[in-house]
């Protein structure tokens, strides 16, 4: 008998923040034999602390995985495997991932003449969202002269 098709609980939003702890679990119904439970992240198989359990009808795999950055536009799917030539199938998740910059720049020469111009540059890491960068004198916002966003 092949399984129904897997799914994945525990994410409640593909929206999450770097440095979240994911716990997700596939979950299938029914297969016999009951079909076994594999994590992949972007096609590469997932190391580490992800465990399955066999009930009866029901099978689960739970993993843990800590949101990095990198994991922006990752994709995390069960696959259930059976000997059956009509069993098995997949289910994945795409995640979007929010962090901030890791680090945010000033160039230039900090040292001004009175009535002088100064020529400042500010860049930051990369983020997502991509961070709006904003110039302030004295509480006094400055409008930029010239700004690029890559």
Avoid: F, M
């Avoid at 929010?98 to 001004?112: L, R, S």
């Amino acid at each position: 008998v092949p399984p129904g098709p897997p799914t994945i609980e525990g994410l409640e939003s593909p929206h999450i923040r770097a440095g979240d702890t994911l716990r997700l679990v596939c979950l299938v119904r029914g297969g016999n034999p009951p079909p076994s439970l594999h994590w992949d992240k972007d096609g590469v198989p997932l190391v580490g602390p992800w465990v399955t359990e066999g009930h009866p009808g029901v099978s689960r795999s739970r993993v843990t995985v800590t949101v990095t950055p990198e994991d922006d536009g990752a994709t995390l799917r069960c696959q259930a495997h059976t000997p059956l030539p009509s069993g098995g199938g997949s289910t994945s998740v795409t995640l979007s991932v929010t962090y901030p910059p890791a680090e945010v720049t000033i160039t230039g020469t900090p040292t001004v003449a009175e009535n002088g111009t100064a020529a400042l540059s500010c860049t930051s890491a990369p983020s997502n969202p991509p961070v709006q960068l904003r110039w302030w004198l004295g509480g006094r916002e400055l409008t930029p002269t010239e700004s690029t966003r890559t």
